[in-house]
């Protein structure tokens, strides 16, 4: 019996270390960026990262669902968007990575919330031989997707499960002067020739690369990863202006493994994991100014025109801008 009892008292010591040497991670990045920056960490670290990977609007429901005994220490990887509604919804803790002051202030919440690990943007890509067929050029403004020529040609991702979609309603929002009338009129066009509404933001880019939509509106990182398949893809983004977007990280609160959580976000913002986005090809570009640049992105990125998101105010006003999409655009 003593000797039992010696066991049971090692495994019950044992615990608390091992449950230290696991982060659990919610992320909206697809499995093929995410993955090996994760591994590259438990290399490095021996820490173990159990990871679920979820569509924006997904991710945040499931984390709020979760505030009373949250499941995730960490959330990494998802559009700015996610992280200010996460926020607003109180289910962040704030967090200043060890190298915080390094960031820009436009890249992270000024009270810690959350913080960029990448800059990424919106934009239109197009099949190349669908164009030709049609004697059509790639949109270079919003408008131009309305002309009926795309009729049923067009897919984007869903507001309500996709922060991509959110990041296209932000996008026509302050490209046509954050008036929300105007806004609405647009998106109520825009819909008469979209084919499909995707799950997730990158749903729609095998589809267009394959030939069964002439336009896909996707994040570039998803443009990129296909041109490089061998896809024949023109990549244009509007005239009148794409959001802003950043990919960031953020302490869960009540974060089980919040001493583990916290080195892991600190990584987060050395040079050894923001060379990993060019390493890796995750076609994004880093926040730390020290981290290495892919000149590809770096050169799509400069025929942007970026507009500056307020999060505040799109943490509070997410919920409402989709219904308003439910509600009044897709009528579903």
Request: one cysteine or more; charged letters at 25%; proline letters at 5%.
């Amino acid at each position: 019996m003593s000797r039992f009892l010696l066991l049971a008292a090692c495994l019950l010591l044992a615990a608390p270390a091992w449950a230290a040497d696991t982060i659990n991670v919610y992320t909206a990045w697809p499995e093929s960026l995410s993955q090996p920056i994760f591994k590259a960490y438990t290399a490095q670290t021996g820490v173990q990262i159990n990871f679920i990977r979820l569509s924006t609007g997904e991710l945040v429901a499931r984390a709020t669902a979760e505030k009373n005994n949250p499941r995730a220490d960490v959330i990494w990887g998802a559009p700015g968007d996610g992280f200010a509604a996460a926020k607003a919804a109180g289910i962040l803790e704030p967090y200043k990575a060890a190298s915080w002051g390094k960031i820009a202030p436009e890249l992270k919440d000024p009270e810690g919330y959350y913080t960029a690990v990448s800059k990424n943007t919106l934009l239109f890509m197009s099949n190349a031989k669908l164009l030709k067929e049609k004697g059509l050029k790639a949109p270079t403004s919003w408008n131009d997707l309305l002309d009926p020529a795309y009729k049923g040609q067009i897919q984007t991702a869903d507001a309500r499960t996709s922060g991509t979609a959110l990041t296209r309603i932000l996008s026509i929002y302050y490209a046509f002067g954050k008036d929300e009338a105007k806004t609405l009129d647009y998106q109520k066009k825009l819909h008469a020739n979209v084919q499909v509404y995707t799950k997730s933001g990158g749903g729609c880019t095998i589809p267009a690369a394959m030939g069964q939509a002439m336009v896909c509106i996707a994040h570039m990182p998803d443009a990129i990863e296909a041109k490089k398949k061998g896809y024949d893809m023109v990549t244009t983004f509007p005239r009148e202006g794409v959001a802003a977007v950043i990919e960031a990280v953020a302490l869960v609160k009540g974060a089980k493994n919040r001493e583990a959580a916290t080195k892991f976000i600190d990584w987060t913002f050395t040079k050894d994991m923001q060379d990993l986005l060019d390493k890796n090809e995750v076609y994004m570009l880093p926040t730390l100014p020290e981290g290495s640049v892919n000149p590809t992105v770096q050169a799509l990125m400069k025929e942007a025109k970026l507009l500056a998101v307020d999060l505040d105010w799109v943490g509070k006003n997410r919920k409402r801008l989709v219904d308003l999409w439910v509600n009044e655009v897709i009528k579903d």
